[in-house]
């Protein structure tokens, strides 16, 4: 029913009209009034609940929302409780100090005269080792293959010379190898690598030729990613993840299936569960992710990572509304220690007053239709997959590593804007494949690459034992 017209407020009724009205008149303004205010009342509850989101979201940073650190706005301290101390390692953390090489010269150095004068010393033995590096004059090997043609004595018939084939491309391994190392390992730009190899090796190169380069190491390079694709297939515990990639600036998903053993990854057009079958193939072991809903339905086991509903809690404690504020503080503590129980095993009793208060937790607020609801209701159906780390070895309580083998993936995407062919997204997720794996086995992704390389002008199969037998 729409408000009378008594109810505009530039319609007045003086003192004297009121008590001019009949009862029954003022009966009806009284309720019509009441029935206003009221709808009033719930309006502004509803535009303060929409202010609190959009406040919300507006506030939302990298500790309090799945949002990444390059999403902080510059202009806010988004760490609450900034670091006071000094730079530098912490106490117990273990440095990384130079390591001495292999000299390929060695120089004894004497003491000095001594403050009396004297020159002469016994017992000399060494004490210390100073070590400098320096790097040599880089002198590219250059061989010219003269060609030469002439006629048959016999039958009169030209012949000609043809170069060797494992050198016809016109470019070694070694410098295949560097190619594809700056370009996919450190995935830089083609021009940059245009103006390494000028300005450093002292030759140039087109960026057509470097893009041949790229494609020969690509081929070279499918046998080792084959083989970190069946090895992550096979393994125990995987932690999958997925990103965003554009190809000739359409949205295609980077995913990635990654152990402490090999990271396997794979460009797909979809974020969907054909995506997911194809990434894993027959792999069915134990899962660990974000809380994606294709995630959700996996029928082994699976571990869902704390850190993100660590971060949606944080940023429901940080709500003006109370009792938003104090669901999310709540949830937030207590699945930090859980989180904090990998490293640190509860005791029964511990365990026990803990599983109370997060079933409380949950039972407080499951039926509620707030933000609260929301996220206690994801709560307990992710039930089953909050324990898993501490019912199986080798189950991390978070997806964090998934997130960390992606990085590199995601700032080469944020400087390249991805790829312009399906043949790119296929060096990309190759190249990448190798970088993280040799980074995670301790390996020169560089003498990889070479050996690749050689192999592959050699027409030979290359050594992939290091990705077969590792454990």
């Known amino acids: 029913m729409a408000d009378p017209e008594f109810i505009n407020p530039d319609f ?36 303060e609940a929409k202010v609190g989101k959009l406040e919300a979201k507006l506030n939302q940073n990298s500790s309090n929302s799945n949002k990444p650190s390059s999403a902080n706005s510059p202009y806010q301290e988004n760490d609450p409780k900034p670091n006071k101390g000094k730079p530098g390692g912490r106490k117990g953390h273990k440095g990384h100090r130079q390591q001495l090489m292999t000299p390929t010269k060695t120089e004894p150095v004497n003491p000095g005269p001594c403050s009396c004068g004297c020159r002469t010393f016994k017992d000399l033995k060494p004490y ?9 004059e880089i002198v590219m090997t250059v061989i010219h293959f003269i060609l030469y043609q002439g006629k048959c004595t016999a039958c009169g018939k030209t012949a000609k010379g043809y170069v060797p084939e494992e050198y016809q491309t016109g470019f070694g391994p070694r410098l295949c190898a560097l190619v594809a190392e700056i370009g996919g390992i450190d995935g830089n730009s083609r021009e940059t690598i245009q103006t390494f190899c000028s300005s450093v090796l002292g030759f140039k190169i087109s960026l057509g030729a470097i893009q041949k380069v790229i494609d020969r190491a690509s081929t070279a390079i499918l046998p080792h990613y084959e083989a970190i694709r069946d090895k992550a297939r096979s393994v125990k515990v995987n932690h ?6 554009k190809n000739s600036g359409k949205l295609n998903w980077l995913w990635v299936m990654a152990s402490p053993v090999v990271a396997f990854f794979m460009v797909h057009t979809n974020r969907s569960k054909i995506a997911f079958e194809t990434l894993i193939g027959a792999w069915n072991g134990i899962l660990v992710s974000d809380g994606y809903r294709l995630y959700q339905s996996w029928v082994n086991l699976r571990q869902s990572c704390l850190s993100h509903l660590i971060r949606r809690a944080k940023g429901l404690a940080e709500r003006s509304d109370p009792e938003l504020a104090k669901c999310g503080a709540w949830a937030r503590d207590e699945l ?22 997060f079933c409380r937790l949950i039972a407080l607020y499951i039926d509620s239709d707030s933000e609260a609801g929301t996220l206690v209701r994801h709560l307990d159906d992710e039930m089953d997959s909050l324990f898993t780390f501490l019912l199986e070895e080798g189950v991390d309580p978070t997806n964090n590593f998934g997130e960390r083998m992606l990085r590199f993936a995601v700032l080469w995407r944020k400087r390249s804007q991805g790829t312009n062919s399906e043949k790119g997204n296929r060096w990309v997720e190759r190249i990448v494949s190798l970088r993280q794996t040799c980074r995670l086995h301790g390996k020169s992704s560089f003498q990889v690459l070479a050996d690749a390389m050689n192999s592959y002008f050699k027409e030979q199969k290359p050594n992939l034992e290091w990705i077969r037998s590792a454990a």
């Open 240 to 245: 999958i993840d997925e990103t965003t990639w």
């Open 12 to 47: 007045q009724l003086s003192d004297a009209d009121l008590e001019r009205l009949p009862p029954s008149a003022l009966r009806m303004i009284i309720r019509q009034l009441l029935a206003h205010i009221a709808r009033q009342d719930q309006r502004i509850k509803e535009l």
């Open 336 to 357: 930090r220690r859980l989180c904090k129980m990998a490293k640190d095993p509860p005791t029964e009793v511990e365990w026990r007053a803990f599983y109370a208060r």
């Open 128 to 136: 210390y080792t100073h070590q400098h590096i320096e790097l040599p």
